[in-house]
């Protein structure tokens, strides 16, 4: 199991939360922004290793999860 305990997962996202947003200076518009781009980046990343483009997997709507 990843997580010995659903709390161990909370944790670990608010951590990761306070680092964003600490990272932002406290601007949440600019931590959402550098969220969506780094999850662009992944998708692309994924899509790249899988040989599967955006139309293959829904269209570019489909990249924003």
Do not use: C, T, W, Y
């Not at 944790?11 to 969506?36: F, K």
Request: hydrophobic share 45%.
């Amino acid at each position: 199991m990843l997580f010995a305990r659903l709390s161990d997962m909370e944790d670990l996202l608010e951590s990761a939360i306070d680092a964003i947003l600490n990272s932002a200076d406290g601007d949440v518009r600019q931590a959402m922004r550098a969220i969506l781009i780094e999850n662009v980046r992944l998708q692309a990343e994924l899509n790249r290793r899988d040989g599967a483009s955006p139309k293959k997997v829904g269209g570019p709507k489909a990249m924003l999860h």
